[in-house]
């Protein structure tokens, strides 16, 4: 499929639009306090509603900041908007507040009750209640950096 996809591309001379994309970055990063476990504090109130808020956000607990950059025509312009957007959470972290660098989560209790789960409205947090009862909370935690493209429509237009 993917040599078919090609020869497209080298057939209606678009093999300059290959490189043409917009990018987006997605950072997740555990609140911590700072003995290394999870915070106890809500979202940072400086940075607006949970729910809401564009471009910080939490991912399965409370506690997993996402950071998500708008689309971008150029790589150093995603970063740039990421470094604005993650100096923003830092500096709205309550006293004592990090952030987990690591992908792997950071120590969690023994005792999981206790661990707050995303607020995201009703339907979703009864998806992640269920979610959590049937799997380890190890499993939910992980975070990581995602990076979106999307390519130009001229190829999706080519192969479809």
């Known amino acids: 499929m993917f040599s078919k996809i090609g020869q497209l591309i080298f057939d209606n001379e678009a093999v300059a639009k290959t490189s043409d994309f917009t990018m987006g970055l997605e950072i997740e990063m555990h609140r911590i306090d700072d003995a290394g476990d999870l915070s106890q504090e809500p979202y940072p109130a400086a940075i607006g509603d949970e729910a809401t808020n564009p471009w910080i956000t939490t991912d399965f607990l409370e506690t997993m900041s996402e950071i998500v950059t708008p689309p971008a025509a150029y790589a150093l312009d995603a970063m740039h908007y990421l470094y604005g957007i ?20 950071p120590k969690l209790p023994k005792d999981t009750s206790h661990i707050r789960l995303a607020q995201w409205g009703p339907e979703k947090e009864a998806y992640l209640k269920e979610w959590a009862r049937r799997h380890r909370f190890a499993e939910g935690t992980p975070c990581g950096a995602h990076i979106n493209l999307s390519i130009d429509q001229h190829l999706i237009d080519l192969v479809l």
């Open 86 to 105: 993650n100096n923003i959470l830092r500096t709205s972290l309550a006293p004592g507040e990090l952030l987990w660098p690591l992908s792997i989560p």
